[in-house]
């Protein structure tokens, strides 16, 4: 073991050195070099120059026109999108070009109304959408989206953009929580009632070994949400009024503390880990975890939330996460036409279709889920099946402080072991002035 | 031929001071100029001046939390500081060992854990090490038949497990430091000592410390400052969105953070951020002391 | 003759025993580290479950191929070096001459902008960012390696000028004077008297600044708006951000890859490192 150790050491002592003093001798020298050569690598993909002289002819729609689109989620699925809208745009000159940018939501705060550095339209989750109206960075798509197109989709993924009376977000795909479970490691019949699921998690899970029934991130907010819909209460309401401490949400929290104390300690890493390296039978978890249980090789199986019945009888209700495109105010003044022709292409059937095929994603439209494959696809239409019951993530800009003292809650209760109501009572003043503190 | 001229001086730290006032003291600046307005979210670009009142509001935030955290800067500050410089005070005794010969390798390999950026070495620790299931430490634990223990979820271990990350994470430039002080020192006053009979303790006490002193004061003031700012360990570790460990752990960046940043008022943190400021400027008038400056 | 014999036996114990603690501080510090490589060789499977061992069951590369292969890994690289060079040559160049200034030059209001710039050094830079971004919109400096640059040199200033301020004053006045009587000018003092001498100082400087740019990401990731200009740990960040992509085995290589030439460039600057650092602190 220790030779092992300090054969790998010298070896990379030696490479260190070798490569080491190499490049720092040649730092100085080829830094010319470099610029050189990384500047005509950045002008083959880098669409500034372009985008400026799209700009200066913005009304003539004969012009090529270049929309430049935000995101911070993963770079296929977008390239996938832009691949299908540039396609269908082809003939209208109209291209798009997907950027990833990390930490979008302070990127915006920053480049939202920046018309020659920032995007023109921007694709993220619809949670945020009231931040960004409330900053005034973001156009009504109203006027620039067709009756006919917002008619195809689930009324659901619609309603998720609306903030006041208005659509701001055109929806692209949709993300609920599902139960995935190892067909391998699960014995008999996945239970129907929370009841009969936490009976099976008892019997099998064993923490000194590290082998687990069920895991979930049980003191993540959005995890937690789907018991907490179902039990009535609330995070935060329409109106932004927290609701940590109502009696529902209180029950639901306690409810779940259980089943958290049969689940690891709730990370992110550890839960997914634990999945992807069958120590965990079954995982709540989302459309992003697919890649990694497949490279994994599990067998996996899939269950809608929904299915799950409370002992008050209600199924689970998790939060729907909405992803969709938004417009900000300086490209829906200067190139209108060019950004309604996006917003009809990236709602069309056959975005959805290539997304749910190749990335599990659930279409919006309604029509994409005539594509035969699509209907086959069993993770696809259990998140179909759960969008009746889910519940959109509130939109109102008040939600994006309500994470951190909801998720203090639940990991004071099921971490720390602290009493939930007076918990509850803690943490909803401490939502009340981060509220407060807003205005 | 310490010179006096009235104008040379300025002209050549001329560069030096704008680049200084361009990157430091104007963002302080326009900071002191948003806690005045009412900028925040539903006042994004019309936001106007509204005077004091963000003060106000952030004094009121002066409160017992506040206190808590203030508390538990100063404590993690001064231990911290103190375990930094007593370990390495003895780790580079032991590199300048009369005799070692391997004394290089082992600095090189000391000065490992610096190079990695430090929200990666965060995140390796807290996967790596600190993780309840695949934890080096819990693995080793239950190697010897104990039981898991969760490091982050309550607030004494937490606070140990910072520390041990954030010695892992300082302590290479600290023995550098003191690594390269005492190769200052001049030998004779050793062999002097020696021919005196003084011991292990009296050649610290009388000779190693003393001298040591002034060389590494600098490099302590501005260490102090940087612990006292720390942001990243506990935050990481234990208050990640989404992945809350459990422990209440708050210094007063994270408690700033948590009260006035992550609401989207400008104003108010700027105003909570003025207010921090003029307290590390305090905080520093006490550590100031310990650095002499020869005229 | 018994005497030294035992003393001899004695200092050898000694060392015997210096060296196990040493070999044991270095190992326990290392250990995260050797972690991070065996995770990191160990597949995209990865072993974040498996027993008690550094050592990877299965050892392959494919991560770092992979990385290589699948982000723009070179030109990350060649942005952090450009990055780092410019920077490193700005604030040396800058604090050079000013803590020449503040070290041979007697005026007034200079021990009062010593200290204001050790308190001003005492802001959470991270507070900076929004005024820096506003100032930048102004002088239409974003989405430029300029305007990186100017962030990083202004960030780094204060601390070189203090270090190299100290080293400066350890020189003896009296090598200067001669030449100062040859008639040669302040630069021409600096280039060829002072700066050879203080050498050790402004290189164990300038590190400290590659390893600040090396290992920033926040402002990186923030000012450029394009991927391709991203630096290493820009990229890196941006690379275990996402839930869809996050892969411990791959951000360990990624980390791994990331650090070694801080490391390489630590080794070969090592010698000067130590009598560098000391001197800057001599009266600091």
């Keep these: 073991m220790k030779k092992r150790i300090s054969l790998i050491m010298c070896g990379l002592l030696t490479a260190g050195a070798l490569f080491g003093c190499g490049s720092a001798a040649q730092t100085q020298t080829t830094a010319v070099d470099d610029s050189t050569e990384t500047s005509g690598a950045e002008a083959v993909s880098s669409t500034d120059e372009s985008t400026e002289a799209a700009e200066a002819e913005e009304q003539a729609s004969a012009e090529p026109t270049e929309i430049k689109i935000w995101h911070d989620a993963d770079e296929a699925i977008m390239q996938t999108i832009a691949d299908n809208v540039n396609e269908a745009l082809a003939d209208k000159q109209i291209t798009v070009s997907f950027e990833k940018k990390t930490g979008l939501t302070d990127q915006l705060k920053l480049y939202g109304n920046d018309a020659a550095n920032g995007p023109d339209m921007y694709f993220y989750a619809h949670d945020s959408l009231g931040t960004f109206i409330e900053m005034g960075i973001l156009s009504p798509i109203g006027d620039m989206a067709d009756a006919s197109v917002m008619g195809d989709l689930l009324p659901m993924t619609v309603e998720a953009g609306i903030y006041g009376d208005e659509q701001y977000l055109m929806p692209v795909y949709f993300e609920t929580l599902l139960f995935l479970y190892n067909k391998e490691l699960w014995n008999g019949d996945v239970p129907s009632s929370t009841e009969d699921l936490y009976k099976y998690m008892s019997a099998n899970t064993d923490a000194a070994a590290g082998t687990y029934a069920v895991v979930n991130q049980h003191s993540t907010a959005y995890n937690v949400a789907p018991f907490i819909n179902a039990f009535g209460g609330y995070i935060i309401d329409k109106d932004g009024n927290p609701g940590l401490n109502v009696q529902e949400t209180k029950d639901a929290i306690e409810y779940n503390k259980k089943f958290a104390a049969l689940q690891a300690d709730g990370d992110y890493n550890t839960v997914t880990t634990l999945f992807n390296e069958k120590k965990a039978a079954a995982i709540i978890g989302g459309p992003w975890l697919i890649s ?62 290539a997304l749910a095929n190749n990335f599990n994603c659930a279409p919006a439209n309604v029509k994409a889920y005539e594509d035969a494959d699509v209907a086959s696809n069993e993770m696809i239409m259990a998140m179909k099946t759960t969008a009746d019951t889910a519940q959109p993530m509130p939109n109102i800009p008040q939600m994006s402080v309500m994470w951190d003292p909801a998720e203090k809650l639940l990991a004071a209760v099921n971490k720390s072991g602290e009493d939930v109501n007076t918990a509850a009572e803690e943490f909803e003043k401490q939502a009340e002035t981060a509220i407060a503190d807003m205005q | 031929m310490r010179r006096s001229n009235k104008m040379l001086p300025w002209l050549y730290s001329l560069p030096a001071l704008m680049l200084v006032g361009m990157i430091i003291v104007f963002p302080i600046l326009y900071t002191g100029y948003i806690s005045l307005t009412n900028m925040n979210l539903f006042h994004w670009f019309d936001f106007e001046i509204i005077g004091l009142s963000n003060y106000a509001r952030a004094l009121l935030k002066l409160d017992a939390g506040f206190l808590s955290a203030l508390l538990t800067t100063i404590l993690w500050t001064v231990v911290n500081i103190v375990l930094q410089v007593l370990l390495a005070y003895f780790i580079a005794l032991a590199l300048n060992a009369q005799g070692l010969k391997l004394s290089r390798l082992y600095k090189t390999l ?25 934890g080096l430490l819990n693995k080793l634990l239950a190697a010897m038949g104990l039981e898991k223990v969760n490091f982050l979820s309550e607030n004494v271990p937490a606070f140990i497990s910072c520390l041990a990350l954030n010695l892992w994470m300082a302590l290479p430039f600290m023995i550098m430091m003191i690594d390269g002080a005492l190769q200052s020192i001049d030998k004779s006053y050793y062999e002097s000592a020696q021919l005196d009979g003084a011991g292990f303790l009296a050649k610290n006490i009388y000779i190693t410390v003393p001298a040591l002193r002034g060389i590494i004061a600098p490099a302590v003031i501005m260490t102090t400052f940087t612990t006292f700012k720390q942001f990243d360990i506990v935050y990481l570790l234990t208050m990640q969105k989404g992945a809350l460990s459990g422990a209440t752990l708050q210094t007063i960046i994270t408690y700033a953070h948590q009260n006035a940043f992550v609401s989207n008022n400008y104003g108010l943190s700027s105003a909570v951020s003025i207010i921090i400021f003029m307290l590390i400027i305090c905080f520093s008038m006490g550590t100031n002391k310990g650095l002499k400056e020869e005229d | 003759m018994k005497r030294t014999n035992r003393r001899k036996i004695k200092t050898k114990l000694k060392l015997a025993v210096l ?24 597949g995209s499977g990865g072993a974040l479950s498996a027993g008690l061992t550094l050592w990877p069951e299965k050892v392959t590369i494919e991560n770092y191929i992979k990385i290589i292969t699948e982000e723009p890994f070179f030109i990350w690289l060649s942005n952090s070096v450009i990055l780092s060079a410019a920077t490193m040559v700005v604030a040396i160049g800058f604090a050079v001459v000013a803590s020449y200034a503040f070290s041979r030059f007697r005026f007034k209001g200079r021990k009062g902008i010593l200290k204001l710039l050790l308190v001003l050094n005492a802001f959470p830079q991270i507070l900076s960012m929004f005024a820096i971004f506003r100032l930048f919109k102004t002088m239409e400096m974003l989405d430029s390696k300029i305007g990186l640059v100017i962030v990083y040199a202004g960030s780094m200033c204060i601390f070189s000028i203090w270090n190299m301020k100290g080293y400066f004053d350890t020189i ?27 050498r050790p100082a402004v290189i164990v400087t300038a ?10 990401y926040l402002f990186a990731t923030t000012f450029l708006l394009n991927e391709k200009s991203y630096t290493l740990a820009g990229g890196l960040y941006q690379l275990q951000s996402n839930d869809y992509s996050r892969s411990w085995p791959l951000f360990s290589a990624a980390s791994i890859m990331v650090s070694v030439p801080i490391l390489a460039v630590f080794f070969c600057i090592q010698k000067y490192m130590v009598s560098g650092l000391t001197a800057g602190g001599v009266k600091g």
């Excluded at chain 1, 929904?306 to 998790?318: C, E, I, V």
């Excluded at chain 3, 003896?172 to 203080?198: N, T």
């Design chain 1, 292 to 353: 990694g249980i497949k490279d994994a090789g599990i067998d996996l199986g899939i269950k809608s939330l929904s299915d799950f019945t409370l002992p008050n009888g209600k199924g689970l209700a998790p939060y729907s996460g909405v992803q969709g495109i938004g417009v900000l105010k300086h490209a829906a003044e200067n190139k209108k036409g060019a950004v309604a022709e996006v917003l009809r292409a990236v709602a069309a059937p056959e975005v959805g279709i």
């Design chain 2, 110 to 134: 000391l000065m490992f854990p610096w190079a990695m950026p430090a929200y990666v070495s965060i995140l390796l620790w807290r996967v790596g090490m600190y993780n309840t299931e695949f």
């Design chain 3, 19 to 42: 060296n196990l603690l040493l070999i044991t501080l270095c190992f326990l510090g290392l250990v995260p580290i050797l972690y991070a490589l065996s995770l990191s060789l160990s």
């Design chain 3, 172 to 198: 003896p006045v009296e090598i200067e004077e001669a030449s100062k009587i040859d008639g040669a000018g302040d630069f021409q003092l600096l280039w060829k008297i002072v700066l050879p001498l203080a």
């Design chain 3, 207 to 216: 590190v400290m600044v590659l390893i600040f740019v090396w290992n920033e």
